[in-house]
């Protein structure tokens, strides 16, 4: 008897707890949308540059290969490195896209400074 009382305690825990997990709803019965990462919007800023004419079309093909963070008049700053071998000048194969805390474009330059 005691085992089936555990058993139900358990069960009810579980089936309570599923509806909240498996359908994620705000307030108003639509779902959560994921908050896109700050690769992903140094990627957009990188392709608005490119639509923009600042940077060639080969850069939205570029990947990022790193992301750090730095501080700057004491505001937080995120840098995203991108590299792109299809840039023949060595000095100009790599970019920082710098974006605030808040994931807003700053500046993009082939150099970090």
Do not use: C
């Amino acid at each position: 008897m005691r085992t089936f009382l555990v058993w139900l305690g358990g069960a009810s825990l579980i089936l309570s707890a599923a509806p909240a997990i498996a359908h994620p709803e705000d307030d108003f019965g639509g779902k959560y949308e994921r908050a896109p990462s700050r690769t992903e919007l140094a990627e957009d800023a990188v392709v608005k540059l490119v639509s923009q004419s600042k940077l060639p079309a080969s850069w939205t093909q570029a990947k990022a290969v790193k992301i750090e963070t730095r501080t700057r008049k004491g505001a937080d700053q995120y840098v995203v490195t991108f590299r792109n071998g299809a840039i023949r000048q060595p000095a100009k194969r790599m970019l920082y896209v710098v974006m605030n805390s808040d994931g807003r474009f700053i500046s993009a330059n082939h150099k970090l400074s």
